[in-house]
């Protein structure tokens, strides 16, 4: 028996690459190979499906102005557009038709809107002529639908305030009186100066009052004329006429 120690078993000669992956792919198989690529790619893509991110909204995808916001406007329905219509109560005035005779450019009707005075009605007639007597009338007196306004000419009495049985012979003064009991309701200034007490100031104030409140309906009404007290209506009672 020899006394040499043993030598290590001599290691195999290197393989190349090549070699090696030849000898897996023919342990592995094709068949082996292709089906674990197949589930490897569908794995794969399971994964990448399941991972992606959600696609955008299209609302998402729409321009906006700078430093705006996106208005939204709500159409109405016709059935509640309400049209502008004017108030209720709201009628026109009535107009008034006053007749304008005398001493006017132009006598006539006419008709005049609400609140008018004598002098609109002497105005719209074409203003009075040379000779009127305005100081017959209170110029600013309300005017009534369906009146009358006479402007006399200097010197004449209307005609509407002459008593049907016309006028009496002149007296010493001079004035005209008619017969009998003073109409006060149609007597003229100088007519109700032919009263007992009755002066140019307690006449005008008669005239006045008919004139802006209507009508005396009695007699007794004479004494909401300034400067007529009981004494002086009790005398004037058998006077005067309606």
Known sequence: MSDAPELPPRPLPPRGAVTVVGAWLRWLGVARLVTSAVSVLIVVGGAVWLLRAPAP??????????????????AVPPTLAVAESPARGSAPPALLVVDVAGAVTSPGVYQLTPPARVID??????????????????????????????????????????????????????????????NVNTATAAELESLPGVGPATA???????????????????ER???????????????VTL
């Open 225 to 239: 004329v300034p400067g007529i007290g009981p004494a002086k209506l009790l005398a004037l009672r058998d006077q």
């Open 204 to 222: 005008a104030a008669i005239v006045d009052e008919r004139t802006r409140n209507g009508p005396f309906a009695s007699v007794d009404d004479l």
């Open 121 to 182: 009605a002497v105005t719209i007639a074409g203003g009075p002529t040379a000779d009127a007597e305005l100081d017959a009338l209170n110029l600013a007196a309300p005017l009534a639908d369906g009146q009358r306004v006479y402007v006399p000419h200097a010197g004449e009495v209307d005609p509407s305030a002459i008593p049907s049985g016309g006028l009496s012979a002149p007296t010493q003064s001079g004035s005209d009186v008619p017969p009998g009991p003073v």
């Open 57 to 74: 909204a299209t609302e998402a995808t729409l321009p906006l102005a700078q430093g705006s916001s996106p208005v939204v406007t709500l």
